[in-house]
């Protein structure tokens, strides 16, 4: 879990510009070799006003023309907070959200695309390659109407109250709406998965053709997130819980097509449903210092979580699935002296499937059915919505790790050993949308080491880096295909470099700091075949970049950037599912300036 604390409120006034700007060598034909990328952005502090009140707003914006086809993006960002400072209280509210339009590109490549220049640009909504795999059988272009719209705005009320000394109560209340939709081609789609035609009271006397379908979401969430902190002897409990509710209206449309029929409602569902769930959650929290020296933390935490569908249109497949976990975790902390510290750390975690393990309802249309036991007696289906296919992940994690500290350098090691059942894992496949296909592997494993460091020498260069070591294997784990099992005992677990490492020299004087980074990501498979065809190579990427700071500009204070991302214009996949492989950008730029006055 993870517990992110920002406070962008300041207690002087101030106003800060950023602008940033994004330039590419070598691009689609609607960015290359031309600026391709605008970011902006304000932001305004009021400072503190009447010794109890602080305020802060932003706006942003980021456009980008993207790197393959169609690939653009519109980003805009906003947020208004305010906060009132009481003896022993802060009460804050915000209200934030980041509306988003962009063209869709979710489908990779084939893997001989990469070495050219316009054929890894190339953003298709299908394709299929020759027997020798260097070049196209067939493909087709996505239309350029295929878009994505989505906005969520978050209502946030948060209060921290210091009742005593050594009891503190903390409360946060949030709320959010979330509504948008995603155009796609389904040329595909004939009147039978449109669900039209007299079974439908929709007369058609041929399939519409060159159909472009909408596919709506609507979301509304709210929660109460509590935690009582308490002070004690040598130590500190603390006593949360969470309380998240989900609601959700899922409908698709024909947004346009050739040959509908003529009476056909413009607004008509051809699948809809509700969607729910509903997470309940307590936790204990105990850190226990025993001595000066030595740290013990404990943690449990009860979880129940709640899945339900239901109204959905034409079928009916309304199920409701809860699941009851208890998540308990200790550790230790040793420090040896000033310098070393070593620590141990042990767990075990339980998580459900994502809903699309159960039942992508948004697919019923073209075949999706419901992943759970089912009797077909009779030739009827009838599914036992009590018995899902897709079992919970169980995790034990085992952490052994040492530091290092001092005003020159630092070091830390972590030996860790993740012993998962029933772990959902990427099979190399995706669905139309391009998401991974993900099933239970019986018993799989994660086993590394994780190294990090600085050094600084020279007074003004800092070298500093980290580096993952570890294999990711299937330990029992049986696909059946076409009634034929296939044991992949013993494979590598796709999408798992076994090796990745960063390194960065800094060198600062006065006030510009300059970097360089190096970047390398190991081969890895993108299916659990140990398929060498589908296998992502490795690629080492190298960037630069600069800061100067002016600190008195007519009054501002101003912040000079510049970067040179993948200096050697590396030709490279970033990663890949199965036989399709996602292409980076080649060289580009960045320039940028904030000013703070």
């Keep these: ?141 996505r239309r350029k109407q295929e878009i994505e719209n989505f906005s969520q705005p978050h209502y946030e009320l948060m209060n921290d109250w210091k009742i005593t000394p050594e009891l503190t109560l903390a409360n946060t209340f949030f709320y959010y709406t979330g509504d948008g939709f995603f155009d796609y081609d389904a040329s595909w789609a004939d009147t039978s998965m449109l669900r039209i035609g007299y079974n439908y009271g929709i007369s058609a006397l041929q399939n519409p053709t060159n159909a472009l379908v909408r596919a709506f979401v609507g979301n509304r969430q709210g929660g109460w997130l ?122 075990y975690t339980t998580r459900e499937p994502r809903l699309r393990n159960l039942y992508a309802a948004e697919d019923s249309y ?33 952490e052994l790790g040492v530091g290092y500290n001092t005003q020159i350098a630092k070091l830390g090691a972590n030996i860790f050993w993740m012993e998962f059942s029933d772990e959902l894992v990427k099979n190399g496949q995706v669905d139309i949308f391009g998401q991974p296909v993900t099933g239970n592997a019986g018993r799989s494993r994660h086993i590394g080491l994780e190294v990090e460091g600085s050094w600084q020498f020279l007074q003004q260069a800092t070298l500093s880096g980290n580096l993952s070591y570890s294999q990711n294997q299937l330990i029992r784990y049986m696909v059946i295909e076409n009634s034929l099992s296939t044991s992949l005992n013993g494979n590598p677990i796709a999408g798992f470099p076994d090796l990745l490492a960063n390194l960065r020299l800094s060198y600062k004087i006065g006030n510009l700091t300059s970097s360089v980074t190096a970047k390398y990501v190991g081969p890895f498979y993108t299916d659990n075949f140990k398929n060498e065809e589908n296998k992502n190579d490795p690629y080492t990427i190298f960037n630069a970049g600069f800061l100067y700071k002016v600190s008195d500009f007519f009054g501002m204070e101003l912040l000079l950037r510049g970067e040179v991302r993948n200096i050697f214009n590396r030709l490279y996949f970033m990663s890949g599912e199965g036989n399709s492989f996602f292409p980076a950008a080649e060289r580009n730029y960045i320039l940028g300036i904030s000013s703070t006055f």
């Design 366 to 398: 073209f075949g999706a059915k419901p992943q759970f036991k089912a009797d077909t007696t009779g030739g009827v289906i009838k599914y036992d919505f009590t018995s899902p296919l897709a079992k919970p992940e169980k995790l034990l994690d085992i």
């Design 1 to 141: 879990s993870v517990n992110l604390v920002t406070n962008p409120f300041k207690l002087s006034p101030a106003i800060n510009f950023e602008s940033i700007f994004g330039f590419q060598e070598y691009g689609n034909k609607n960015s290359s070799p031309l600026l391709s990328t605008k970011k902006f952005n304000i932001s305004i502090n009021s400072g503190l006003i009447g010794g109890e009140y602080l305020f802060y707003s932003k706006l942003g914006k980021i456009q980008s023309t993207g790197y393959r086809d169609n690939s653009w993006i519109d980003l805009n960002s906003y947020f208004i907070g305010g906060i009132r400072l009481d003896k022993n209280m802060t009460t804050r509210f915000h209200i934030f959200g980041g509306p988003i339009s962009d063209g869709l590109v979710y489908t990779g490549l084939p893997k001989f695309v990469n070495k050219n220049k316009n054929l890894r640009l190339q953003n298709l909504s299908y394709w299929e390659v020759d027997s020798t795999g260097t070049s196209y059988n067939y493909y087709s272009q």
């Design 226 to 347: 509590p935690r009582l902190e308490i002070d004690h002897n040598n130590g500190s409990l603390t006593l949360g819980a969470e309380f998240r509710f989900h609601r959700s209206v899922h409908w698709g449309k024909i947004q346009f097509a050739e040959n509908l029929p003529a009476n056909i409602d413009p607004d008509y569902h051809f699948y809809e449903y509700h969607g729910e769930k509903d997470i309940l959650s307590f936790y204990l929290h105990e850190l226990y210092k025993p001595s000066n020296d030595i740290s013990v933390i404990g943690d449990i935490q009860f979880v129940r979580n709640r899945y339900v569908i239901n109204n959905e249109k034409f079928i009916g497949n309304d199920f409701s699935i809860s699941y009851f976990f208890a998540n308990p975790r200790i550790g230790i902390n040793y420090n040896i002296n000033t310098e070393w510290n070593s620590y141990l750390s042990l767990g």
